[in-house]
């Protein structure tokens, strides 16, 4: 579990800027006189080996370095055993353990970072373990009779431990929310999907939190980024949601047509309706467009219009994509973007459409050239 964090780095510090300063790392590691140790600094994609030594007969090791604000480094001795440290400048820390169980079997001091991130690392291990293994028991007995009376109280302890583990997580983030140790906790993860933390807020919270603190920072930026990214996700759900639930989940927009009068497109109730966001100056849109004027004088005596909206600012041009490719349909546009019409129908690209039928559902999404003909036909046969 703990390569999803290989892209983290480290604990605020309100001296995150300055001259680089030395650290030490030092230990000893019982069982592993003449293995080797490695240590490693945690980049966005990968690790770069800083240094490595072979335990003395003692077991003992050490490293030097130095940073000008806290970094994120693996102690490593093999593929599988490491540990993370957060290590910030100035810091001597020592590192105590046994070379076999070396992943869960270390203490550490000299490092409040690196502290609390193996405190941590224990705690999703431990709700890990009991919920892997309330799973697995789950599983296995599930069919069986005999144990059908105790499914339900599996089911409690498993979501007990989840629930347990989630809201120990989303309050320290909730705590913490210009400290780097707070991306470390965001990216626990129960399985390839499953976040630890479910609060798409609390992400908001930390990500704008530390952003404003450390703009230039690239994990800072990574982690900025992924939240616009949820966000996007998020909005995306919530409009198949809507596609799904509501009777009528296409939400109504009044914009002015060329003529400047208001054209509602909840009055083309009764009607099949291609709802179409384009561009005058999208070239994609434009080589749509000719196909869009064609079905629509092919179908809209059979009960078919097109309602597009413009998300142009510039009126002229806007005005003459429409007369060169004979766009006769209803054509809207506020010439600011039509922001809240975008906004509203979560457009992230362009052209993008949305087929309604006649109660203003929506039937279908982006429909192109022979697809949305063939769709037509099939309506109107």
């Known amino acids: 579990m703990k390569k999803a964090f290989y892209v983290l780095f480290v604990l605020f510090s309100l001296f995150a800027c300055g001259r680089k300063t030395n650290f030490t790392i030092s230990g000893k590691l019982e069982g592993g006189a003449g ?20 335990l003395n007969q003692a077991g003992e090791f050490k490293f030097q370095g130095s940073t000008s604000s806290p970094s994120f480094y693996h102690l490593r001795l093999s593929k599988n055993s490491f540990v993370t440290l957060l290590v910030d400048s100035t810091e001597n820390v020592k590192v105590s353990g046994s070379y076999k169980n070396f992943t869960r079997d270390y203490k550490i001091s000299g490092s409040v970072g690196s502290e609390v991130l193996r405190d941590l690392d224990n705690r999703f291990f431990k709700a890990k373990t009991k919920a892997d293994s309330l799973q697995v028991l789950f599983n ?4 069986n009779p005999v144990f059908s009376a105790n499914i339900e109280k599996v089911k409690t302890q498993y979501n007990a431990v989840i629930a347990d583990h989630s809201e120990y997580v989303t309050s320290f983030v909730k705590r913490n929310p210009f400290s780097l140790a707070s991306v470390y906790a965001l990216y ?14 609390v992400m908001k919270t930390a990500a704008s939190a530390l952003y404003s603190v450390y703009p230039k ?8 980024n992924n939240t616009l990214q949820f966000i996007k996700e998020e909005r995306n759900k919530q409009m198949s949601d809507a596609v799904k639930k509501n009777g009528v989940n296409s939400p109504n927009i009044v914009l002015p047509d060329a003529d400047g009068h208001s054209r509602d497109l909840w009055s083309l109730h009764g009607k099949y309706v291609l709802l179409h966001f384009w561009s005058a100056k999208d070239r994609a ?10 079905l629509y004088h092919k179908f809209k005596s059979r009960g078919f219009e097109i309602y597009m909206v413009s998300v142009d ?31 509203n129908y979560n457009i992230q690209e362009l052209p993008f459409n949305y087929l309604l039928d006649k109660e203003g559902n929506i039937v279908a999404r982006n429909l192109k050239g022979p697809e949305l003909n063939q769709a037509l036909s099939k309506i109107f046969k």
């Open 35 to 54: 293995k080797t140790i490695y240590f490693n600094k945690l980049l966005i994609s990968n690790q770069l080996i800083s240094d490595s030594v072979k």
């Open 140 to 143: 296995s007995q599930k069919n």
């Open 188 to 201: 626990q993860k129960w399985n390839e999907s499953n976040f630890v933390i479910n609060d798409l807020q």
């Open 217 to 224: 920072n690239e994990q800072v930026i990574a982690l900025y």
């Open 285 to 294: 849109s434009r080589i749509v467009n000719p196909v869009l004027s064609e």
């Open 313 to 343: 600012n510039d009126r002229a041009a806007w005005m003459e994509a429409i007369a060169s490719d004979n766009l006769s349909c209803i054509n809207v546009g506020d010439m600011k973007g039509s922001f809240q019409a975008t906004s």
